[in-house]
């Protein structure tokens, strides 16, 4: 659904346009999300168990079918550091590939911890805030998380301590830094602060940590002192509610375009910036409004939603989460070492499952060298440099384009550009010297995992 | 000339409203600046001198006298990816500093590279692509002005060689690898591809290079061949034009807020991003419209404007480059080494330095571990990571409205954010950490420097 228009690059909004309310889809869905069920008894859980680790208000959003969620203002005063970020049009990307497609990109590498994760830190420190609690328990991989949860804690004034899996800890000094900067404690994961952590060190002394290690140590802390709770920074329903400020200003911004996307793209490791950027329009969907064609960018090394099944499991490695149904490819899988750090994760945020399931969106998953030539392709055209995860919808972004040009037809292509590769300079060296690996999607290893599925 | 307002925190603006020309301060100094001098004959220099290193657009602008020049579409377009960049009312920095104070800052990090270089590196890039140059050579030294112009060639289709400080080289890959991304040529200077980089390896081999030095490589190359051209980022008069872009939006901004500044800080090193947030207000005082306070916040490692003599100096330590007048510490004067690299240099810009010789500027100078301390506050109360050199704006304003509080009054107060620090963090680690220096003004050094200044 092209349109002629002027030749303009970005779509800005005041920040009055901030939007004033969360984008609620379990109001819109076709089918009631399964429950999740608590990991000892795999009976459902209410609200109750879930209060020692989130305050009420996000307990509350997370099981609401209220279409609406009003953002309070002290949200939106701490979104307009940042908020509304630009949508951008694409024009030299289009050149360089030579294709009557327009590419459109919202940026969310604005904020200033580099990426969408802000939109929902900022949300759960105010919430957190508002409810007496003083500091904030959470885990970090490559620290795109930690970093925006610091940032968070800083704005609302929160302690904020972040358990940083230790090979990243040690191999990413500057995520680390930022985060201390923005004044939070960051600990190598497994440490001995926790009984967890302790544990594992005594049996593995130079364990080198993982996201589920740290996660089991966050939530440790957060359960044993009154004044903190945990936070998480995909999967869960609310925040992928928080994310769904990036779809509600970019369909503004693109009625400012006066355009209407044919596709639209996001990367999908949890599923938090792919729900972000496509809910509003997959309510449209929902309610009859609108057809778009949606597609959810895996890697290749953890592609969940392509490959995995449909299925109740344990979130975490440790099993302490509650057990949701999602596609999965078993939480004993740890995916190979690709540089998107926030796609490897071995499940998917269960609302994004549920849409998969009921065909509203496609997957498709992608290898990270092509997604690295892709990154660089849109870093020499458009003078962003993207983040590792990101280049996944870039590559397929691209592919639709390359597509578009075949057919001679004008499609309109709308992806989400989730945050800046400024800490991922090292993989992109990689990249350049030609160094890089494929992963194979690796079949056995997900067959073994899957066998460990949990029985509900 | 505060006004209560509403609580708004960015001022953004359309791209339409990117300036449609620049400001030329030329047109309305009261003292006529002294010529620059042949580095042989220390003759005044004509256009011919430079036709080998420069674009003739480019050396016309050097010289012209016009108020305003128009900004080709072109680069006008490139601009569009980042420009116009917004202007902060920096309301959390208020509370966190219990002033009365209203702090206005403007946010030059949103650029690909990450600070103001490439308004002048794109419109270098534009005239030379326009006269037909197929390659650039320039240096850099901690890599800002390298990315900018690497990412200006890439937008234009030049190819970029870019002479890097061997220490920089080897210790701040990641700029490197931004250059390299954005398909830039970059090697360690001293190198082995230039007659000047073989002869000072062959005496030093080890030699861990200086901005001197890679100058020195860079203009031999864009001398010798003919096909390229030479690039500078900072103190000559046309990179100052180019950067006036800053400052022409940043008072259609304040417009927006319906304040005017009391006083305008930007920190100064060769002085561009200084000249180009205070030229624009400049020439309003100039032309007898308005009056402002405007301060050159300097390091007290290299000082040139608050300690530095105003004599005809050489720009390069080489004496290759033409001599100027200006505000020096002499051209053999090497500063220590702080973190805020774009800051270690010897003179100022002849332009700055005739205002402040026209007494149209203050000058002040700080130490570094009070502008890293005037950093940390900044990034937790805005969110954004400075640069190390814009921690020297954001001292002097803090400062500013400090003493605003002390004498009740609400002071408004603007300064020029330059750039993010996302590359500077080991620098952030070594602050809070304990561990960085403050460096006393070498003023002995300083006069055996100012002993060799040329005779002319």
């Not at 490897?344 to 994004?352: C, I, N, Q």
């Amino acid at each position: 659904m092209a349109n002629a228009g002027s030749r303009r690059t970005k779509f800005v909004l005041d920040e009055d346009r901030i939007p004033r309310a969360w984008y609620n889809i379990a109001a819109d869905l076709r089918t009631a999300p399964p429950p999740p069920l608590h990991p000892g008894t795999h009976q459902p859980i209410g609200p109750a168990d879930l209060a020692p680790l989130f305050p009420m208000a996000l307990i509350l959003q997370e099981v609401s079918t209220d279409r609406e969620i009003e953002i309070p203002d002290p949200v939106r005063e701490a979104y307009a550091l940042y908020r509304p970020s630009p949508l951008y049009r694409a024009h030299r990307l289009e050149a360089a590939l030579d294709t009557p497609a327009h590419i459109y990109y919202k940026y969310e590498g604005v904020s200033p911890a580099g990426s969408h994760k802000p939109n929902t830190a900022l949300s759960q420190a105010f919430f957190n805030k508002q409810e007496g609690v003083k500091r904030i328990a959470t885990e970090t991989g490559a620290g795109q998380w930690g970093s925006a949860m610091s940032f968070a804690g800083a704005v609302f004034g929160l302690e904020v301590k972040v358990y940083m899996v230790r090979a990243s800890y040690d191999q990413k000094p500057y995520r680390r830094i930022l985060m201390e900067t923005y004044g939070a404690e960051v600990v190598a994961s497994p440490s001995l602060t926790t009984n967890y952590g302790r544990a594992v060190l005594a049996q593995t002394p130079d364990s080198p940590g993982s996201l589920g290690m740290a996660i089991s140590e966050a939530v440790e802390d957060a359960a044993t002192r009154d004044d903190t709770k945990y936070a998480l920074g995909s999967v869960l329903n609310h925040v992928l509610l928080h994310q769904t400020v990036i779809g509600l200003e970019a369909q503004e911004q693109m009625a400012m375009a006066g355009e209407q996307p044919d596709v639209i793209i996001g990367c999908a490791g949890g599923g938090s910036n792919f729900a972000g950027l496509t809910f509003p329009f997959i309510g449209q969907m929902l309610r009859g409004e609108a057809s778009y064609r949606i597609i959810a960018a895996e890697p290749e090394a953890a592609p969940s939603l392509t490959r995995g099944v449909y299925a109740y499991d344990f979130g975490d490695t440790g099993h302490m989460a509650p057990i949701v149904k999602m596609h999965t490819l078993g939480s004993d899988f740890i995916p190979e070492p690709i540089h998107a750090g926030g796609l490897r994760y071995h499940g998917m945020s269960p609302l994004v499952s549920l849409l998969k399931e009921d065909g509203l969106i496609e997957a498709t998953s992608v290898h990270q060298r092509a997604c690295f030539d892709a990154g660089v392709t849109f870093a020499r055209a458009e003078g962003i440099l993207p983040a590792p995860e990101p280049t996944h919808a870039i590559k397929v972004a691209i592919d639709q384009a390359l597509e578009a040009r075949e057919a001679g037809e004008e499609r309109v292509i709308l992806f989400n550009l989730c945050g800046h590769g400024h800490f991922d300079l090292a993989a992109y060296e990689r990249h350049l010297a030609g160094t890089l690996e494929d992963y194979e999607y690796p079949a056995e290893k997900v067959t073994e995992a899957l066998a460990a599925l949990p029985r509900v």
